[in-house]
């Protein structure tokens, strides 16, 4: 079982920067893949960036160049440092963590922080 709590959400003004974090408890942390997810309002929950064990990284178009995904294995954490913010990357920016065993996946999901950027 592994529990996320992420932070750092708020509100920032265009061209401004946040860093979320995701805190997971329980075993293994290194082993997951841990992903940020974000769902603005009247849109489906839609991939940011995900960071795999070997600290191999992927984006979404839309946040390639400004958005930064890392890990910190001995802190249990991971990051999603977001620069040059936009009013459409207003969000809840949700954490993921997934892991395969043999044929079952392994998914958690934490509670979400909202991102609003706005002037």
């Known amino acids: 079982q592994v529990q996320l709590v992420e932070s750092g959400g708020g509100l920032v003004q265009p061209g401004g920067s946040l860093r979320l974090s995701c805190a997971a408890s329980?075993?293994?942390?290194?082993?997951?893949?841990m992903g940020w997810y974000r769902q603005a309002p009247g849109k489906q929950r839609e991939l940011v960036a995900t960071i795999n064990s070997g600290g191999n990284t992927n984006y979404a178009d839309s946040v390639k160049g400004r958005f930064t995904i890392s890990r910190d294995n001995a802190k249990n954490t991971v990051y999603l440092q977001m620069n040059s913010l936009k009013p459409e990357d207003t969000a809840v920016y949700y954490c993921?963590?997934?892991?395969?065993?043999?044929?079952?996946?392994?998914?958690?999901w934490g509670q979400g922080t909202q991102v609003t950027v706005s002037s």
């Open positions: 993921k963590a997934s892991r395969q065993v043999v044929d079952f996946q392994y998914v958690y």
């Open positions: 329980g075993s293994r942390f290194s082993a997951y893949v």
